[in-house]
């Protein structure tokens, strides 16, 4: 047997809240992929491990389900007698919690630890709830548990077998565990454990191999438990790397991360990372966009980042943005933090002449801060194709740009006015000042040119008119000269700082405008404002335009496509919003900045589109796909009943007229009425099966249909019965005062007479002599819920879905009573007509079987 084990880094939580304990006890967990993988035995052998070193060990529940091999383990150690609780008339033995608590064992063995308790028996409903408050009282618990049983993983778990999970665990008090050790075994060592008989009864073994325990089955099963303890150790790893503060990179596994621009090289760059990562088992694939924290970055399409981030999370990678200063230090922190082992990167998009004027770019200074990790510089089609310079666009309007150049020659000329008529007041000082304070207003309406402007104009004034020689261009003093020269680059610097701070300012308020918006758009899906209508209306009153349109082809080049969308107010603009989707917008010209916007605004109308093309298409399948679902389920259950059926009435009919042609034997005349009317039961018996064999040639021919009428069960159940042929003694209860009362039901009376003589028949098969089968009837909420109630020796929780897969006969004593088929049966037949058939405990022991049905009165016309 193998065993993998992953130990918490956490193994002594505080304590503030218990002052009277030590500290709370510490939880193991024996974790399997499957029944039988031998998770109590290796709990009772860690028993007799801890007992053999002196440890205080008491097995509080341990469920060997009849297996001799853990009964024998389970000798030798203490047992905690078990608190016998009532419930609907029976008795359940359960954990006794408050006797353990008085015992307070260092140790103890509980098992099952998904385990539902019986109402009633305590505080807790779950075990696992009972468990955390043994762990509270200090003292140390083993158990066990199923990876189907986990909250994350029931879901899966059901698509894998068909068995849906009911007792499940948080992953998060699993995952607090000290210590969980999974108990593994190949599947075709399991499969064959159980051909031994050491898991299952032998009457389970050959349906168990066919169904739960099929290979595929198996080996998903133990991916799934693999996979979730791998991601719990990795947990672990990254705590404890985070509590000692270690940096270095520790290849435990490998993983990818690609560094995502917005530009289009990005899938190139995404494809490459994926085969690096798949080049090694486990191996993962980390997509990251470092954005710039004063929302400045230029050039990023958010429509590419959606696209590629689709890209990665098809290809089985997460997305992750982060905001930072300095890109490569944000992209190698992250890498760092996540423990990465290597880093693609796309070769820099800048020629050379702009590399040699800039410096290093991004890749060479991620390559000089990385350490441990591997960078791989990998080639596009656009390396060395950018840019040679950033272009410069106009950021101010039209009249701005006349106003700046006008105010720069204005402003000095009448300050210089202003000036003259106080001259002796000021000094060449303050003068200089005052002609600063305009070269800033005229930058903070022109722009730097329009203050350049200002400046040199400025510059010659206070030369003729302030500095001595006045009137002249000349200066005789070398520190006027050195003082003009001073003034003059000043009064640049500051219109250029001037400038450029009103331009981050403007292009701040824009980045933090595009946030708000798709902030609201995001706020708007999250609430379920998606539909495709709701999005068009927000494009439309976020960008201002007239019409927003949402086509399925885009429109003509010739009339109407917008090639040049800023040549006319009332010219349209196109944008692809997916395949066979473009959003057409028509009004105000829309600027560069607002485009980039819009484009993400399109990705979202696609996914839409997208959404809605495929629920249009879910619902076309499941329209035509629902009859062929009805029609197949009755041909099964029809299919299945001629061979669990036929034998009864033909041995019956060939038993009695064997009988009556044995010459040996002389016969009664009350003997014989008796063996011809047995043959005629029989033989009314097997007609009926022959005519449910020529409805499913019918059926194959898609000519029949269920006729589902109202029907009272008044009318079916004596029929059922009779069937049966039970004697008086072994003849079922029947409350026929609550039969009056129950309305009628929508049933196909033949078919509904077929559900309950298989139930009546099981329950009268499996109940004692002494304790006859009830059948009840009820209605509540538009159903009619009829319950045939025995007090057998029931059927495990684990093992009921089961009981309804076919050729099943768990718990049957008598091996000639049929194939197994019964319960199939009835389950099918009463799913096609659109009813349930469920098991449930039996007060005081037993089982439940309860049929539900709908109630005429709720069909609607037309219902065939």
């Known amino acids: 047997m193998a065993t993998t084990q992953a130990s918490s880094p956490e193994a002594e939580p505080g304590t503030q809240d218990r002052q009277t304990v030590a500290r709370p006890g510490r939880l193991k967990v024996f974790l399997g992929a499957a029944p039988g993988v031998g998770k109590t035995y290796r709990m009772l052998d860690e028993a007799h491990r801890r007992a053999a070193r002196g440890s205080d060990v008491v097995a509080g529940f341990v469920e060997c389900h009849r297996r001799r091999h853990t009964e024998a383990k389970l000798d030798g150690l203490e047992s905690l007698p078990r608190a016998g609780h009532e419930c609907r008339g029976g008795r359940y033995a359960e954990l006794d919690r408050e006797a353990l608590l008085s015992r307070r064992p260092q140790m103890v063995l509980i098992d099952e630890l998904a385990h539902t308790n019986v109402p009633g028996a305590g505080r807790h409903p779950k075990r696992w709830q009972d468990v955390e408050e043994i762990l509270a009282a200090g003292i140390d618990v083993v158990t066990t548990l199923n990876i189907q049983h986990l909250e994350s993983l029931s879901d899966v778990v059901e698509k894998i077998t068909g068995v849906p999970q009911r007792e499940t665990v948080p992953d998060e008090f699993v995952r607090r565990a000290h210590e969980i050790e999974l108990v593994d075994i190949p599947p075709e060592g399991l499969r064959r454990r159980m051909a031994h008989g050491n898991i299952y009864p032998p009457e389970r073994i050959d349906a168990s191999l066919a169904n739960y325990f099929r290979p595929g089955n198996l080996i998903a099963l133990r991916e799934l438990a693999l996979l979730w303890l791998a991601d719990r150790v990795d947990e672990a790893l990254h705590k404890y790397r985070t509590e000692h503060g270690i940096g270095d990179v520790w290849e435990t596994r490998e993983r990818v991360v690609v560094a995502l621009t917005g530009g289009p090289e990005g899938e190139t760059l995404i494809r490459r990372a994926a085969r690096i990562a798949g080049r090694s088992a486990g191996g993962e694939l980390l997509a990251v966009h470092v954005a710039r924290s004063d929302g400045l970055a230029a050039g990023v399409s958010h429509a590419a980042l959606a696209g590629q981030r689709a890209l990665v999370e098809d290809l089985g990678g997460s997305y992750h943005s982060v905001v930072g200063d300095e890109v490569p230090t944000a992209l190698v922190d992250f890498a760092m933090a996540e423990n990465a082992t290597q880093l693609v990167l796309g070769t820099s998009r800048r020629r050379r002449l702009e590399r040699f004027l800039t410096g290093r770019g991004i890749g060479e200074t991620v390559v000089a801060l990385s350490e441990d990790i591997d960078v791989h510089m990998v080639t596009h089609e656009r390396a060395g194709h950018g840019r040679l310079l950033p272009s410069r666009r106009r950021t101010l309007p039209t009249s701005r740009l006349i106003a700046g150049p006008v105010a720069a020659l204005l402003l000095p000329l009448l300050l210089t006015l202003a000036l003259d008529r106080m001259r002796g007041t000021l000094n060449l000082t303050s003068e200089a000042l005052l002609f600063l304070v305009a070269i800033v207003g005229v930058a903070c309406i022109g722009g730097v040119v329009s203050a350049l402007i200002a400046a040199l104009t400025a510059a010659l004034l206070l030369n003729y008119w302030f500095m001595p020689p006045i009137g002249e261009f000349t200066m005789s003093d070398p520190d006027s000269v050195l003082a003009l020269v001073v003034f003059a680059v000043v009064a640049a610097t500051v219109a250029a700082a001037a400038d450029r701070s009103l331009r981050l300012s ?123 679902k009805a029609a197949d389920r009755l041909r099964t259950a029809l299919l299945r009943a001629v061979s669990h059926d036929l034998r009864t009435p033909l041995a019956g009919a060939l038993a009695a007229v064997g009988s009556l042609r044995n010459q040996e034997v002389e016969f009664s005349a009350q003997d014989r009425d008796e063996l011809l009317e047995s043959a005629e039961v029989s033989l009314h018996r097997l007609n009926r099966l022959v005519e449910n064999l020529l409805d499913l040639s019918r059926l194959q021919a898609g000519a029949l249909t269920l006729d589902l009428r109202a029907t009272t069960l008044e009318e079916v159940l004596p029929v059922a019965l009779d069937s049966l042929g039970l004697s008086p003694g072994h003849r079922p209860a029947i409350d026929v005062q609550t039969l009056e009362a129950v309305p009628a039901l929508l049933a196909d009376p033949p078919l509904l007479e077929r559900v309950l003589a298989n139930l009546v028949g099981n329950a009268v098969r499996h109940a004692p002599a002494d304790r006859p089968v009830l059948v009840t009837a009820s209605a509540l909420a538009g159903q009619v819920e009829v319950r045939i109630a025995d007090h057998g020796p029931g059927i495990a929780a684990d093992d009921r879905e089961r009981a309804f897969e076919p050729f099943q006969r768990l718990g049957d004593r008598d091996n000639t009573a049929g194939l197994g088929l019964g319960l199939a049966l009835a389950r099918g037949l009463t799913e096609a007509m659109d009813g349930t058939l469920t098991p449930e405990d039996t007060p005081g022991g037993g089982l439940t079987m309860v049929l539900s049905l709908p109630v005429a009165a709720q069909v609607t016309a037309g219902r065939p």
């Open 506 to 628: 403007r292009r701040s308020a824009r980045a933090t405008a595009e946030a708000e918006t798709m902030s609201s758009l995001a706020g708007s899906i999250v609430r379920g404002d998606q539909t495709i209508p709701a999005l068009l209306e927000r494009t439309r009153e976020t960008f201002g335009m007239d019409t927003v349109e949402l086509t399925a082809e885009a429109p003509d080049p010739g009339t109407d496509r917008g090639r040049r969308p800023h040549s006319a107010a009332d010219s349209a603009l196109v944008v692809a919003a997916g395949p066979e989707a473009f959003l057409v917008l028509r009004g105000r010209a829309l600027p560069y900045s607002e485009r980039r916007v819009l484009a993400a605004f399109a990705a979202h109308v696609g996914a839409a589109v997208e959404r809605a093309r495929l629920t249009e298409a879910a619902a076309e399948v499941a329209a035509e796909v629902e009859p062929i």
